[in-house]
């Protein structure tokens, strides 16, 4: 199965919360049990230079049985990331291994400050 694509776009000062669920075709949740979900976080495909906080990030998964987990990014870790724009991918390890999701990741200034 090829990767799907997402754009996220976070704010400078502010977490970052994504629930997500993978799906088949039907519409149902596929078992992540015995799967560790792993988020990688670059400035562009070739960047090999750790980001704190990623490379990767192990994801919680929120609900195995339903294919349910969370992208979850502190304030902090959003304001440590030295770019404003790149590219991120999600992994499945161990029971199911494969790249399931990526696209690009910019962070915009916050319009309250």
């Not at 994504?18 to 519409?27: C, F, K, L, P, S």
């Not at 960047?47 to 998964?61: C, W």
């Not at 590219?87 to 200034?109: A, C, H, M, V, W």
């Amino acid at each position: 199965m090829a990767a799907g694509t997402y754009h996220i776009t976070a704010e400078k000062n502010e977490a970052l919360l994504i629930n997500m669920t993978y799906q088949d075709d039907a519409g149902a949740g596929i078992d992540l049990n015995g799967t560790t979900v792993n988020m990688y976080l670059k400035d562009n495909a070739t960047d090999s230079t750790a980001i704190s906080g990623f490379n990767p990030k192990v994801l919680t998964i929120t609900n195995a049985t339903d294919g349910q987990f969370e992208i979850s990014i502190s304030k902090g870790d959003i304001n440590a990331i030295p770019f404003n724009q790149g590219i991120y991918y999600i992994d499945l390890s161990g029971t199911i291994e494969t790249r399931l999701i990526e696209g690009k990741f910019q962070i915009k200034n916050n319009s309250a400050y």
